[in-house]
């Protein structure tokens, strides 16, 4: 059997669940031995396309794991089957010119519709207010839609807040056919030239855009749209949404999320920004009072070292590099100590700062870093870096291998 076109029942009826249909093809899928492609007369299966997850759902007791579409005409659905189950279903039941029973699955299907309605009224007013055109779109568990220009967060929201008086204005989303001579006429929104016949979905003060995918009825069913997230992008911006169910689902998780937080820091869930600040505050102000209290010690160890030794080895804890090389510059020009291997605990070793005016380091330190599973480089007169390596090992080794 051959076809030309699979007929898409799902632009009949986007709210169908079951439908039967006559098998054209089964073909074992190239990529998996497990999985088969099988083309169907018509399906209720929305395949991925113009931004939008396909369908998922069962197929004569089997699993849709994937529906494709090429050339807008045939439509592919992959069935993932047991091995104890394959030889009896290909034999018997996914053979061409048998009648079949697909099922899809709904909750993904509305979640779909809902997330792509909702895109439609933001997209649409972004372009109603800014001129701006939706470049990229894709839609998965959170909706990601790259803008043509820039927009700021508060723009943004003021679009978001418009959207939501869509929602809760209960508008019908219309969806046409025009003909060609009407289509000229129509100041519609379109990625790409379009031909044939033109799909319009239409949401009054709010889109008229080419769409081939699935959709609500009413804006109210949509529920909720949010926008949660934007970066620069290009020469405009990229933005993160989420609409009806996996909005609901995203805002208690948000909301669980900052009820914990709240009762960790003992606060109101509206106020845990300022106990957050607060907390910050304090942890800088005992940061910086430790690196004050770091450097009295080092200071007053600075004074226990005399100018009779020719080298140092001092393992520290706590003090960031800028403080070590200080300490090191110390030792080395106040107390004169020609060469100085000053080191900061780390969780897998040692932070190294090693100063001399005696030793050419830079002939020392590929060997070091061998011995030391350390990385670091530097030149004659200083060499830094770390290495994986317990203390005791890295003083044997260091007076092993420098002539002090």
Request: glycine letters at 6%.
């Amino acid at each position: 059997m051959s076809m030309t076109e699979t007929i898409k029942l799902y632009d009949r009826d986007a709210y169908a669940t079951e439908f039967e249909a006559d098998i054209i093809s089964c073909e074992p899928n190239k990529a998996d031995d497990k999985r088969f492609d099988i083309i169907l007369n018509q399906t209720l299966f929305f395949p991925e396309e113009g931004g939008q997850t396909p369908d998922r759902g069962m197929l004569a007791g089997f699993p849709v794991i994937d529906v494709q579409i090429s050339g807008d005409r045939i439509i592919t659905h992959t069935l993932e089957l047991p091995s104890e189950d394959a030889g009896a279903a290909l034999s018997s039941v996914l053979v061409p010119g048998q009648k079949v029973r697909g099922v899809i699955d709904w909750d993904h299907r509305y979640s779909n519709m809902q997330n792509h309605s909702g895109e439609h009224i933001i997209s649409g007013l972004i372009h109603k207010h800014f001129g701006y055109e939706n470049v990229g779109f894709h839609m998965g568990e959170v909706i990601q839609i790259d803008i043509s220009g820039p927009l700021d967060w508060n723009q943004l929201m003021m679009i978001e807040q418009e959207a939501n008086e869509i929602v809760y204005q209960n508008i019908p989303v219309q969806i046409a056919f025009p003909s060609n001579e009407e289509l000229e006429s129509i100041p519609y929104r379109s990625k790409k030239e379009l031909q044939g016949k033109v799909r319009i979905v239409t949401i009054e003060n709010a889109d008229i855009c080419a769409c081939c995918g699935t959709h609500v009825k009413n804006t109210g069913e949509i529920g909720l749209i949010k926008i949660l997230s934007f970066m620069k992008h290009k020469d405009g911006i990229r933005f993160d949404l989420v609409c009806g169910k996996r909005a609901l689902a995203y805002m208690r998780k948000e909301h669980d999320a900052c009820k914990e937080v709240s009762c960790l820091l003992s606060a109101k869930p509206l106020e845990i920004h300022i106990a957050t600040k607060k907390l910050l505050d304090n942890n800088l102000n005992l940061l910086n009072e430790k690196k004050q209290c770091m450097q009295k010690l080092l200071e007053m160890k600075l004074e226990t070292y005399t100018q009779e030794k020719e080298y140092v080895i001092d393992f520290e804890e706590g003090l960031d590099r800028v403080s070590l090389m200080t300490y090191a510059n110390a030792l080395l020009e106040e107390k004169h100590i020609p060469t100085v291997c000053v080191f900061n605990k780390q969780e897998d070793g040692y932070m190294y700062i090693i100063l001399s005016k005696k030793i050419n380091l830079q002939e020392y330190v590929k060997q070091l870093n061998t011995e030391l599973s350390g990385r670091g480089g530097g030149k004659k007169e200083v060499i830094q870096g770390s290495f994986q390596s317990d203390a005791e090992t890295i003083e044997n080794v260091l007076v092993k291998t420098l002539p002090f």
